[in-house]
């Protein structure tokens, strides 16, 4: 079984800045891919970036430029460098991992981000 466990959401003012980390635990594949995905009020769940293993990043386009994911494959964490935050950031972000993208197999509880002035 694997553990996700997400920390660094809040509230900011549009325009700045948040770090998200995800730390897993548990049977962890040699290989696989860690994301990040968000839910905003009355939307779907979609993707915000995901990393694999081997440190190759990939992101949705709403946040290229502005987002950053990194990953630590010798501690099994991964982080969401977020600036430049608009309101329409606002949502709980959920970290996953799973063996390849988009099969996700395992998913943290999620943290809140709320940017608002």
């Known amino acids: 079984q694997v553990q996700l466990v997400e920390s660094g959401g809040g509230l900011v003012q549009p325009g700045g800045s948040l770090r998200l980390s995800c730390a897993a635990s548990?049977?962890?594949?040699?290989?696989?891919?860690m994301a990040w995905y968000r839910q905003g009020p009355g939307k779907q769940r979609e993707l915000v970036a995901y990393?694999?293993?081997?440190?190759?990043?990939n992101y949705a386009d709403s946040v290229k430029g502005r987002f950053t994911i990194s990953g630590d494959s010798a501690k099994n964490t991964v982080s969401l460098q977020m600036n430049s935050l608009k309101p329409e950031d606002t949502a709980v972000y959920y970290c996953?991992?799973?063996?390849?993208?988009?099969?996700?197999?395992?998913w943290g509880q999620g943290t809140q981000v709320t940017v608002s002035s």
């Open positions: 990393i694999t293993s081997g440190g190759s990043p």
């Open positions: 996953s991992l799973g063996r390849y993208y988009p099969q996700f197999d395992y």
């Open positions: 548990g049977s962890i594949f040699s290989i696989y891919t």
